[in-house]
């Protein structure tokens, strides 16, 4: 029966990777780029919109300590309180504009008592890789107006830290409340603010993130006809297959195979000794 030669090792072991990779496509690889282009449709919403609308105060913003979402990230937010520069942290590693840099990330302590961690901007590496010099933050009571963020998240958990080479400077490797929170033994709600210019102890303001669409949709739909064509191919190869003649299963013709030196010295001969002679 022509249906044999679907249970053929090659067969499945061909049959296997299609349809895997078919099912990664449709279900990973696919919806993950239709995730990324929903995120970004939405941070594209969220800072259009900030660009008209009046601040907001923290408290009705993000009440009861609500942790930062989709619906409230890159809004407006307006907190009065004074900062805690004893409790500073520069975060390492960073890139603004193509350079290398540190964003600074001071507590301030609201009017109510709450904690928040502001990002005051960057500031730019010294000949060894350093912290340059910065401003302090302000003293007394300031009003800022700052940007809602997420935390970063930092997959090693690492805790922020200080030695000779930060020259007993704080740093951590992300922007994140509750790693500045377990250095400083504050209780800090959960997210940041950045700091946009003209604004109370703000250095080197954050550039915005372009209001670009990106590839993600186009990616996504291109991991799905990636599947298609995954199946199609093996649909068409199997129907080669099961009419006569095959691509996959005809026999091919035997090879013919090669005389040797001895065999074709043997036939002269014998064909010499049924030459007439003249």
Known sequence: MRLRFLLRPGWLALTVVVFTFAVCCYTLLAPWQFRRDAEQSAQNNALTASFTAQPEPVTQLLPGGEKPDQNTEWHLASITGTYLPSAEVVARLRTVQGEGAYEVLTPLRATDGTVYLIDRGYVRLDDQSGVLPYAAAPGGQVTVVARVRSDEVDPKHRDAFSDASTKGKLQSYVVDSQVVARASGLTIRPGYF?????????????????????????????????????????????????????????????????????????????????????
């Not at 102890?201 to 186009?218: E, H, R, W």
């Not at 199997?238 to 026999?251: D, F, M, S, V």
């Open 194 to 278: 950045q700091l946009d210019q003209n604004q109370p102890g703000v250095l080197g303001a954050l550039p915005l993130p372009q209001l670009d669409s990106g590839p993600f949709f186009s990616y996504a739909l291109q991991w799905l006809a990636f599947g298609s064509m995954a199946i199609l191919g093996w649909l068409y190869f199997t129907i080669r297959e099961l009419k006569p003649g095959g691509a996959l299963t005809a026999e091919q013709p035997e090879r013919t195979r090669r005389k040797s030196v001895a065999e074709m010295l043997a036939e002269d001969e014998e064909e010499d000794e049924f030459t007439p002679t003249a």
